[in-house]
T-cell receptor
Framework: AQSVTQLDSQVPVFEEAPVELRCNYS??????LFWYVQYPNQGLQLLLK??????LVKGINGFEAEFNKSQTSFHLRKPSVHISDTAEYFC?????????????FGTGTQLKVEL | NAGVTQTPKFQVLKTGQSMTLQCAQD?????MYWYRQDPGMGLRLIYY???????DKGEVPNGYNVSRLNKREFSLRLESAAPSQTSVYFC????????????FGSGTRLTVV
């Protein structure tokens, strides 16, 4: 079975500062990894995904994430945040070997950008 | 706009009442899912349908039933609502392959009193 851990439930940061949102996963098989963003009162939107190849993945809105197989991590980063980045961020994992497309989500990290 | 449409957006039920949450997608996706979102617990899978004609239980199926009406539509039914089912419910759809992400609806906020 897969699981995803997002240790930080809330991350406050000042505008234009860098931010890192942490994600660790556990799985006995190879996985695909995803980051989703949820703005207030909206559904989730795909930010970026790691499938294979380069371990550094770039997504929308200036976000990027690095896959680290030895540490089973997929941390999300942005070098300079904006007020509009205030949202909840979810890490998710999918089993590469099984059929279908079931995602297991972490509990989310609330990013609050302050002036 | 193409995407996943959920109805209703808000609902208040009394304990014991029943209701059906509707979900439709127009992206010709094979798979559809129902999640509930609760504070501090992330998204938990209730039921999913890998393809038309099939449904399977997820992590938290008790108290719910689903129907995959056709390839486009996947409904979630609460037969006898309980306060513990107060939550935000999201429907999502995807291609069958595991490397594809989901497209989410905008959610249904359900309160059971």
């Amino acid at each position: 079975a897969q699981s995803v851990t997002q240790l930080d439930s809330q991350v406050p940061v000042f505008e234009e500062a860098p931010v890192e949102l942490r994600c660790n996963y556990s799985s006995s098989v190879s996985v695909y990894l995803f980051w989703y963003v949820q703005y207030p009162n909206q559904g989730l939107q795909l930010l970026l995904k790691y499938l294979s190849g380069s371990t550094l993945v770039k997504g929308i809105n200036g976000f990027e994430a690095e896959f680290n197989k030895s540490q089973t991590s997929f941390h999300l980063r942005k070098p300079s945040v904006h007020i509009s980045d205030t949202a909840e961020y979810f890490c998710a994992v999918s089993d590469r070997t099984g059929g279908g497309n079931k995602l297991t989500f972490g509990t989310g990290t609330q990013l609050k950008v302050e002036l | 706009n193409a995407g996943v449409t959920q109805t209703p957006k808000f609902q208040v039920l009394k304990t014991g009442q029943s209701m059906t949450l509707q979900c439709a997608q127009d992206m010709n996706h094979n798979s559809m899912y129902w999640y509930r979102q609760d504070p501090g617990m992330g998204l938990r899978l209730i039921y999913y349908s890998a393809s038309e004609g099939t449904t399977d239980k997820g992590e938290v199926p008790n108290g719910y039933n689903v129907s995959r009406l056709n390839k486009r539509e996947f409904s979630l039914r609460l037969e006898s609502a309980a306060p513990s089912q107060t939550s935000v419910y999201f429907c999502a759809s995807s291609e069958f392959r595991a490397d594809r992400g989901y497209t989410f609806g905008s959610g249904t906020r359900l309160t059971v009193v």
